[in-house]
T-cell receptor
Framework: GAVVSQHPSWVICKSGTSVKIECRSL??????MFWYRQFPKQSLMLMAT?????????EQGVEKDKFLINHASLTLSTLTVTSAHPEDSSFYIC???????????FGPGTRLLVL | AQTVTQSQPEMSVQEAETVTLSCTYD???????LFWYKQPPSRQMILVIR??????QNATENRFSVNFQKAAKSFSLKISDSQLGDAAMYFC????????????FGTGTRLQVFP
């Protein structure tokens, strides 16, 4: 399977600041990348799907102006949480897939704590 | 709506024994993919096994095997010779729609393994 990294692995920030999370596919041409959010003891909640070179498609209820997603290349996608607030504290996970391969491979996740 | 149901929030098994985790799903597609992912305490999502619906043969990966009942829309995971390292959250997921690469996840089953 694909090797996926996320950076940073954890971040603490002050309320009102913006935080950028990177997702890199290290050995895999990721035509599609996904961003999930996971609350403690819950399942993964899909936030958005991004295709390389295209605008991300956001799930219902996810604010696209708050969670900015950029998928500029086949190996990198970024999620920027703008003007973060304590309720944005969560575990954010990215995954990658490629055309014809429906399996998603996941990054190790980023724990965000907004004070 | 496409759904995936895991009716067992928690399961436990003794080391070296066998345990089966249940999953049912709903889809209107005739061809689709099903997955089991494992999320250990590190929270890294790891692909355990994948089943293609058009294949009648149940998928097997070492100690992990599935019982895929297409008519009943059931996809259970059997773990044989359980090991302490198998302790994790297990998520069942379906890829029900060829128009997108999105996965639908169940709510998860927490597996405890006792020595």
């Amino acid at each position: 399977g694909a090797v996926v990294s996320q950076h940073p692995s954890w971040v603490i920030c002050k309320s009102g600041t913006s935080v950028k999370i990177e997702c890199r596919s290290l050995d895999f041409q990721a035509t599609t990348m996904f961003w999930y959010r996971q609350f403690p003891k819950q399942s993964l909640m899909l936030m958005a799907t991004s295709n390389e070179g295209s605008k991300a498609t956001y799930e219902q209820g996810v604010e696209k102006d708050k969670f900015l997603i950029n998928h500029a290349s086949l190996t990198l996608s970024t999620l920027t949480v703008t003007s973060a607030h304590p309720e944005d504290s969560s575990f954010y996970i990215c995954s990658v897939s490629t055309s014809g391969v429906l399996t998603q491979y996941f990054g190790p996740g980023t724990r965000l704590l907004v004070l | 709506a496409q759904t995936v149901t895991q009716s067992q929030p928690e399961m436990s098994v003794q080391e070296a024994e066998t345990v089966t985790l249940s999953c049912t799903y709903d889809t209107s597609e005739s061809d689709y993919y099903l997955f089991w992912y494992k999320q250990p305490p590190s929270r890294q999502m790891i692909l355990v096994i994948r089943q293609e619906a058009y294949k009648q043969q149940n998928a097997t990966e070492n100690r992990f095997s599935v019982n895929f009942q297409k008519a009943a829309k059931s996809f259970s995971l059997k773990i044989s010779d359980s090991q302490l390292g198998d302790a994790a959250m297990y998520f069942c997921a379906s890829h029900p729609d060829y128009n997108t690469d999105k996965l639908i996840f169940g709510t998860g089953t927490r597996l405890q393994v006792f020595p």
